[in-house]
Structures are given as structure tokens and as C-alpha cells.
């Protein structure tokens, strides 16, 4: 079981950063797959980045050069830094691991950003 918990959402105004930050139950050397997922009202769930153990990220088009995902493995938790917001980003961020075949998610964390 992991258990994951986000925190670091909230309100911006547009151009204004913000840094998300999942905090995992269990080492994040274990977890295969860890990702940040983002739901907007009335939209499906995407996929935003990810990265995997050995440190190497990957980015949906909407994240590139704005967002950089990175992990603190001493402190199992994975980071999303957001740079450069639009009023489009404004979701439900969601942290994702996949760990021995299993998926787990996040309660979630709002942002909203303001133009």
C-alpha cells in the first residue's frame, strides 16, 4: 500500500509560479512510475510529467518548458514546479506512483490561476 498526499496548490495570478509536492508512505526508489496528473471542471484526468528512478523526466506538450518535475528520494517525496501559469492550468493536480502492479493516486490539490 502508498499511500500519497499533495500539497503546495492554491491561487495565482497568471505568469506566477508555484511548486507542488508529493509526499509518499514508502520509498520512492521503490515506485516504478511516479507522475503528476491534472483534471480541469468537466474535462478527463491527463497525464502531465513524469519521472522515472534513475531521474529522467518526461513532459506532455502542455508542460514543456513551463513545468519541471524532479524527486527528492531522502525525503520520498516528488516535486512539480510550475512556471509561467495560464488561466488553462487551472485543475485538479493529482500524484500518481505505480508500485508492484498496482496504482495508486492522491487526495489532490487545487490550483487556480487568474488572469
Known amino acids: 500500500q502508498v499511500q500519497l498526499v499533495e500539497s503546495g496548490g492554491g491561487s495565482v495570478q497568471a505568469g506566477g509560479s508555484l511548486r507542488l509536492s508529493c509526499a509518499a508512505s514508502v520509498s520512492i526508489v521503490s515506485i516504478n512510475g511516479k507522475g503528476w496528473y491534472r483534471q480541469a471542471p468537466g474535462k478527463q484526468r491527463e497525464w502531465i510529467a513524469s519521472i522515472t528512478s534513475s531521474g529522467s523526466p518526461t513532459y506532455a506538450d502542455s508542460a514543456k518548458g513551463r513545468f519541471t518535475i524532479s524527486a527528492d528520494n531522502a525525503k520520498n517525496t516528488v516535486y512539480l514546479q510550475m512556471n509561467s501559469l495560464k488561466s488553462e492550468d487551472t485543475a485538479v493536480y493529482y500524484c500518481?506512483?505505480?508500485?508492484?502492479?498496482?496504482?495508486?493516486w492522491g487526495q489532490g490539490t487545487q490550483v487556480t490561476v487568474s488572469s
Open positions: 500518481r506512483a505505480e508500485r508492484y502492479g498496482y496504482a495508486y
